[in-house]
């Protein structure tokens, strides 16, 4: 039986479960995010192979993509559950031509995109908790991270990483996970197709990455950004090395940075790198929107 679109470069045999990948081939064929689409059923970590490939010159635009992670990353050296035959790992090489500081932006627009996607396949509204989660009724549904190589004060390469539970079930989430993460298939009671997820995503990421290309961080992304936030109006507490600091979510700056109001009325501004959010609410949030649901 022969396969026509397996890759060379694919590194996995054939498997019947995935026929989803070659149809995501297709539907990429001629794009920029996704022109090149590499499947493994079992890695490390996509956010790894996706980083080594980029040292080796692959394509911008080119995704890594996994039916499970051993060792799934998180940010700040945190870990990302991955197991297998349920959910979407994916990781995307960009080459965009921005300075180091800009490239925190591409966190901002990967958010976007997947809060469009994630609100589209659901039809439930998938929020953005600042910088890096998608949510879901208060609940972790999906998780971005972002790595960047610099050469001097540019970037030479950008790999974009998103993990999406797509049809874990709530019995099989480790225990640690069970009140904080969720699902599409836990939050719908159905079963989702990872290729409308992956396609979805895709879609949107093309959409944001290249009106990024030609307009930067523009004043329409900031928008649509503090439209789909979770946070915004919120109490934060955020958490440096330095310690942390508590207040309310205002808004992004132009840069992309959020801008906190601490009690006695000075504003603070973060760039994600070392800061970890935590809403004073979540809690609530999740009683609210299960009776609103
Ligand atoms: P943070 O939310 O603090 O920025 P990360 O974005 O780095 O953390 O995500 C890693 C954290 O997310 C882990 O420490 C764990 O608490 C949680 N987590 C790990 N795997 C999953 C998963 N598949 N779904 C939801 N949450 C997860």
Known sequence: MAFPDASDLDPCPFNPFLMWIDELRTLRKEKLIGREVLFFSE???????????????????TVVIADSQSRGKGRLGRSWESPSGANLYLSIILRPRISLPAAAQITLLAGIAAARALSGVSGLECRIKWPND?????????GILTEMEGKGSKVRFIILGIGVNVNWRREDFPVGLRETATSLCAETGKEISRL???????????????????????????????????????????????????????????????????????????????????????????EASECFW
């Open 43 to 61: 890695i490390d970590s996509t956010n790894r192979e996706a980083r080594d490939r980029a040292e080796k010159e692959a394509i911008e635009g």
């Open 134 to 142: 998608i949510f879901l009724r208060g609940r972790k549904l999906a």
């Open 196 to 286: 409308a997820v992956a396609a979805g995503f895709l879609h949107e990421m093309e959409k944001e990455y290249t009106s990024f290309l030609r307009e930067g961080f523009s004043a329409r992304l900031r928008e649509e950004w503090s439209r789909l936030s979770w946070v915004l109006g919120k109490r934060v507490t955020l958490s440096l090395p330095e310690g942390t600091i508590s207040g309310q979510a205002l808004g992004l700056d132009p840069e992309g940075a959020l801008l906190v109001l601490d009690g006695g009325g000075k504003t603070h501004r973060f760039i994600a790198g070392e800061v970890s959010l935590r809403m004073e609410d979540s809690n609530f949030e999740r």
